[in-house]
């Protein structure tokens, strides 16, 4: 298991954007599989996003994200971000990073299966409002 920090949550309005940040530590394995998810108040957690630190793989859960946010990462410094751009009021609620070592002989699809996310970061709040 790794070690995750989100930082970059904040409020801001319909419409505008945020950028969120997830810094990987105690790094044991040279890839992982780097999911975002949130959770609004009363829902259950969703996921939005996930990649692979070895690269070539993005995937969008939420067919409303998919032309707003930007999943990317810094691998030099261990960061995957989240850019969210066009940002809804439906967008609000705690944003997590999860990491998970994927098997290397399944593919990099594996990312995209929320359930085998083990480590978890604390959430940055996001809010969106009019």
């Known amino acids: 298991q790794v070690d995750l920090v989100e930082s970059g949550g904040g409020s801001v309005q319909t419409g505008g954007s945020l950028t969120l940040s997830c810094t990987i530590s105690?790094?044991?394995?040279?890839?992982?599989?780097i999911g975002w998810f949130r959770q609004a108040p009363g829902k259950e957690r969703e996921a939005v996003a996930s990649t692979y630190t070895g690269g070539g793989f993005a995937h969008y859960a939420i067919p409303s994200v998919k032309d707003r946010f930007i999943i990317s990462q810094d691998n030099a410094n261990n960061i995957v971000y989240l850019q969210m751009t066009s940002l809804k009021s439906d967008d609000t609620g705690v944003y997590y990073c999860?990491?998970?070592?994927?098997?290397?002989?399944?593919?990099?699809?594996?990312?995209?299966?929320?359930?085998?996310?083990?480590?978890w970061g604390p959430g940055t709040q996001v809010t969106v409002s009019s």
């Open positions: 999860a990491a998970f070592s994927p098997i290397p002989a399944a593919g990099v699809l594996q990312c995209a299966e929320m359930g085998k996310y083990n480590s």
């Open positions: 105690e790094v044991t394995s040279s890839r992982y599989c």
